[in-house]
């Protein structure tokens, strides 16, 4: 029988999904929604904004979808998986109890601490003046994070003390984060390689995935502000496999089995960043999702059905399920708009996908993009993910940089280092 698969947001990673799930000799129609210029080319884009839980619901029901796959953080904070499994709806992500390890870091802070997970040291605040305390006795370097959901924009790293009294002034009294800024959590500066591990859950048994690194800030050298990310690797090929099992061990399961022991067991994808210090692995954060760009890159090495491993989720029988992944490597070098992540402009002309899309092993997903008359424009921040796989993580890079060059708008950016430090570094 063909299941009828709904996607919810409109991002590179539900593009990547789609373009993955629509591989699948079981797949019937795709929805997405809202999706964006390049999902509709896999199925039908829906109206329907990612936050409209009810509405949502409302459609997967009257249109019998078989399977719904919740891809942003905000719907899941806000309980989506939860109103759709009250109407007996297939639905794969985790509850709102279980996503509050990423909607809320104070949350999530106290449940590694109380689970043992390495993390940096840190304090909660919701009041100005003692917050201000606490960071005038630590000094700088040091992390200040809204604790609630706020697009990647929310963490702060400060070099200076008078830098970090003005971003606790800038969250705590002007709000600049709105009510994600209620509380602060505040921890020490971490040195070392940032990664991104995620790994797969049904509640009851989780699979991991090979590593993966996201490029957070939007220059090159790691240098500006923090973005949504701009671009990924997989794996990481100094992350060797007694790496991967310590993190395993002292991150994900108990992370996934303190869930579990409050009564709230995750079902779906549990990515903790972590930077790799002198003194092993730390969790920077947990994500209650797959990352963006990350799943894109996962979307590229995935070998098996992406319909079977989302099915066996919701089921309940990943244990059995065979998760394997191509040899090889994937990047996804993300274009944006000039200006990204602060002010840009949008509605300009793309051109050049599909040249881009004939060099071997290139897949360009769609992100800020809007499909109009025949013509795709830009309608965001983070515009395209051009992706490539290759047997080597600088053949790739090479293919990736050259579809890269070929896409054209106006305002086109993007970093030109990706994956460079990981080409050269040890572990
Ligand atoms: N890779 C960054 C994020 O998905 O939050």
């Given amino acids: 029988m063909r299941l009828d698969v709904l996607i919810i ?7 990547a999904l789609g373009w993955k799930l629509a591989q699948s000799p079981r797949i019937g129609k795709l929805y997405f929604a809202p999706g964006n210029g390049g999902t509709k080319a896999l199925g039908e884009n829906v109206a329907i904004p990612v936050n409209a839980l009810e509405r949502m619901a409302q459609f997967a029901q009257e249109r019998s979808i078989d399977l719904t796959i919740v891809g942003p953080d905000d719907p899941l904070a806000l309980g989506m998986v939860d109103v759709f499994k009250s109407r007996g709806l297939r639905v794969f992500g985790p509850s709102k109890r279980a996503a509050q390890i990423e909607a809320s870091k104070a949350f999530a802070k106290q449940l590694m601490l109380e689970s043992g997970v390495p993390t940096a040291e840190f304090a909660v605040f919701a009041d100005y003046k003692q917050a201000l305390k606490y960071v005038r006795e630590k000094g700088a370097p040091i992390v200040i994070k809204a604790s609630g959901l706020s697009l990647g924009k929310g963490v702060h790293v400060c070099t200076a003390l008078t830098e970090a009294e003005e971003v606790l002034k800038q969250i705590l009294v002007d709000k600049i984060h709105g009510e994600a800024g209620n509380q602060v959590v505040i921890e020490e500066f971490l040195d070392g390689a940032e990664i991104s591990i995620h790994a797969i859950s049904d509640g009851n048994h989780y699979k991991m995935m090979p590593s993966s690194q996201d490029h957070k800030r939007v220059g090159d050298s790691d240098t500006g502000p923090m ?17 991967m099992r310590l993190i395993e061990d002292s991150v994900v399961k108990p992370a996934l089995e303190a869930l579990a022991y409050r009564g709230y067991a995750f079902e779906g994808v549990l990515y903790p960043g972590l930077k790799i210090t002198n003194k092993g692995p730390k969790v920077l954060e947990f994500n209650a999702r797959w990352g963006d760009p990350e799943a894109q890159v996962y979307m590229r090495l995935l070998k098996s059905d992406a319909l079977d491993l989302f099915e066996a989720c919701v089921d309940g029988k990943l244990k059995s399920f065979k998760l394997e992944w191509h040899q090889g490597y994937a990047v996804n070098i993300v274009l944006v708009s000039q200006g990204y992540p602060d002010q840009y402009e949008k509605g300009f002309m793309i051109s050049g996908i599909e040249e881009a899309e004939e060099i071997p092993g290139v897949v360009v997903f769609h992100a800020g993009t809007l499909y109009a008359d025949g013509i795709v424009k830009t309608s965001g921040g983070r515009v395209l993910g051009v992706s490539a796989v290759a047997p080597t993580l600088k053949e790739a890079l090479k293919k990736a940089y050259q579809a890269a060059q070929i896409i054209q708008y106006e305002g086109k950016y993007f970093r030109k280092d990706i994956g460079t430090k990981s080409l050269t570094m040890r572990a």
Avoid: F, K, N
Avoid at 9 to 15: I, L, P, W, Y
Avoid at 229 to 241: D, N, T
């Fill in 227 to 243: 973005t949504g990310g701009m671009g990924a690797i997989a794996p990481v090929p100094w992350m060797e496999s007694e790496m």
């Fill in 9 to 15: 947001g409109s991002g590179g990673r539900e593009h």
